[in-house]
T-cell receptor
Framework: NAGVTQTPKFQVLKTGQSMTLQCAQD?????MSWYRQDPGMGLRLIHY???????DQGEVPNGYNVSRSTTEDFPLRLLSAAPSQTSVYFC?????????????FGQGTRLTVV | SQQGEEDPQALSIQEGENATMNCSYK?????LQWYRQNSGRGLVHLIL?????REKHSGRLRVTLDTSKKSSSLLITASRAADTASYFC????????????FGTGTQLKVEL
């Protein structure tokens, strides 16, 4: 049971380039989310999904797109990378329980935009 | 803006001592969760307390929740060097959904 898998682990982009961060989970969780983590800022929610075909914006969605075509996958797309998007990105998934459930996290993608 | 704020930002204690971290949040919640993050790794869930609960235990962890003050505390008893990590509270707003929002974290260092 792999849990939540993120690829790549590290990435360096030039300003203006685009890329997709991959996230896959094998636990059949309905809910998936993307966070970014910056020093002193904790984790901030970028986008989230409550099921295949349904996505919504979190706290800091600008410059990012997501889609959820399957239950397993939730890719995050950077449309035109900017140095402000240098961060560590985490994908999380959780089961849709009536009164809330724990989130499972991937190991993160460390992105540097130069 | 962040839903939760942890206090203190950093905490350094000796092995065997207890560590207490506090979390304050802003809106009505369904539940509050605590996570641990070792350096350079993903977050790991520690404990979840629902809005109708006041205290919960799990091993050496004790969590309290005061919804009237919109605050929670995490107590780690008899700390070990392996407890060195960052600790985050996260809140799920009333109504559920998937907007789990994290605080800024407490960096705990347990020294031998």
């Amino acid at each position: 049971n792999a849990g939540v898998t993120q690829t790549p682990k590290f990435q360096v982009l030039k300003t203006g380039q685009s890329m997709t961060l991959q996230c896959a989970q094998d636990m059949n969780h309905e809910y998936m989310s993307w966070y970014r983590q910056d020093p002193g800022m904790g984790l901030r929610l970028i986008h989230y999904s409550v099921g295949a075909g349904i996505t919504d914006q979190g706290e800091v969605p600008n410059g990012y797109n997501v889609s959820r075509s399957t239950t397993e996958d939730f890719p995050l797309r950077l449309l035109s990378a900017a140095p402000s998007q240098t961060s560590v990105y985490f994908c999380a998934s959780r089961y849709e329980g009536g009164s809330g459930t724990e989130a499972f996290f991937g190991q993160g993608t460390r992105l540097t935009v130069v | 803006s962040q839903q939760g704020e942890e206090d203190p930002q950093a905490l350094s204690i000796q092995e065997g001592e207890n560590a207490t971290m506090n979390c304050s949040y802003k809106t009505s919640i369904n539940n509050l969760q605590w996570y641990r993050q070792n350096s350079g790794r993903g977050l790991v869930h520690l404990i979840l307390i629902r809005s109708n609960e006041r205290e919960k235990h799990s091993g050496r962890l004790r969590v309290t929740l005061d919804t009237s003050k919109k605050s929670s505390s995490l107590l780690i008893t008899a700390s070990r060097a392996a407890d060195t990590a960052s600790y985050f509270c996260a809140t799920l707003p009333t109504g559920g959904g998937n907007k789990l929002t994290f605080g800024t974290g407490t960096q705990l260092k347990v020294e031998l």
